[in-house]
């Protein structure tokens, strides 16, 4: 008998049937570490980057559908302004004008 075959025939032991009892834990793990990672990702986008998604909504085809989208994006990224939330990308603005020479707006000229 091949070394590389186990006792019933097959090469290293594998089964020809997948059985609902031998799922693979670390697989399991693997889809349970990629959803939090999309999860949390996307939170943090939503939560970070309303200037983003303001911008998005700003371009989109002014219509009935589009409008309560347009709202609710500019609505946010007022809300995130209030709460604290556009500070990082607000001071990353000013570091790259900074950069290129260019002068800030003045205050209340987003």
Do not use: C, Y
């Not at 970070?48 to 002014?62: E, K, R, T, V």
């Not at 995130?80 to 001071?91: E, I, K, P, R, W």
Request: hydrophobic residues 45%; charged residues 20%; without cysteine.
């Amino acid at each position: 008998m091949d070394k590389s075959s186990t006792e019933d025939g097959l090469p290293w032991g594998e089964s020809p049937i997948d059985l609902a009892q031998e799922h693979d834990a670390t697989l399991q793990d693997g889809w349970r570490w990629a959803w939090g990672v999309l999860i949390s990702s996307s939170l943090a986008l939503v939560l970070f980057n309303s200037h983003a998604i303001a911008n998005w909504a700003d371009q989109l085809p002014p219509n009935d559908i589009t409008a309560p989208i347009v709202m609710a994006a500019d609505a946010w990224h007022d809300k995130a302004g209030q709460l604290g939330l556009n500070a990082v990308v607000d001071t990353v603005e000013r570091w790259a004008d900074a950069a290129r020479g260019e002068a800030p707006p003045a205050a209340g000229q987003d």
